[in-house]
């Protein structure tokens, strides 16, 4: 049997004690090296999921495990050093530092942690590989990120998310901006590199027609049981 990267069980998350759940999961269980589509409405708690996925929030009920760590198990600053060594984020709107170059937002996760950056190797050559890979032309390596299209900028992202071979990927509606082309192309990169690296990932969208590229599929709904 594989290992599983993500496994959830009973997971009841509220952001008010009087609210109605945010999240109600009653089980999730994704393989090492899988890829997960997540998807549903607006409000259906994806982001929010995200989140306890990362550590940055915890169940109100519930056990998440994340490469076999229980996070709940782990006091904050241990999990925030557990999410910078094993977790990479493409946010939904991208979160890069506009003043620094595309290759310094790249190296940012192996700035802040050792981990990252000893499984990059050279962080800069492998900067420099990702931003390849995932093509960006060299001559925007150097360009300061504000200064980079949204699909420049968002492929910046990605390869942030990718250095240093995190085990998981976490993506959150990274593709919105994009026509449906580049949204396919985009995803296709992003899953060949994570997929060389073994990565496992977890992608959030609305929209049902990329739910093909992904080997599983969950959908949320708001307020709902699943
Ligand atoms: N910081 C917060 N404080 C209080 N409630 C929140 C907070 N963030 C989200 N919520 C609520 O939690 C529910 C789920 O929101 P969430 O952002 O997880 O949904 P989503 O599926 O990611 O939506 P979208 O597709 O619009 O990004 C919503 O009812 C939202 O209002």
Known sequence: MAAAAIRIDDLVFRWRPDA???????????DAGKSLFLHGPSGAGKSTLLNLLGGVLLPERGRIEVLGQVLGDLPAARR???????????????????????LDNVLLPCRFSRRRAQRAGEPDAAARRL?????????????????????????????????GRPEIVIADEPTSAL??????????????EAKAAGSTVVFVSHDLRL?????EKLALTVGADA
């Not at 925030?80 to 946010?91: E, I, K, N, S, Y």
């Not at 995932?134 to 492929?155: I, K, N, T, Y």
């Open 131 to 163: 931003l390849a890979a995932l093509d960006l032309d060299a001559a925007a390596h150097g360009a300061p990120a504000g200064e980079l299209s949204v699909g420049q900028q968002q492929r910046v992202a990605a390869a942030r998310a990718l250095i």
């Open 20 to 30: 109605a759940p945010a999240v109600k999961l009653a089980k999730l269980t994704v």
């Open 80 to 102: 925030d050093a557990f999410r910078a060594d094993h977790l990479g984020f493409v946010f939904q709107q991208f979160n890069l530092l506009p003043w620094l170059s595309a």
């Open 211 to 215: 739910a093909a590229h992904f080997d």
């Open 179 to 192: 026509d449906a082309a580049r949204q396919d192309a985009f995803i296709d990169l992003l899953l060949g």
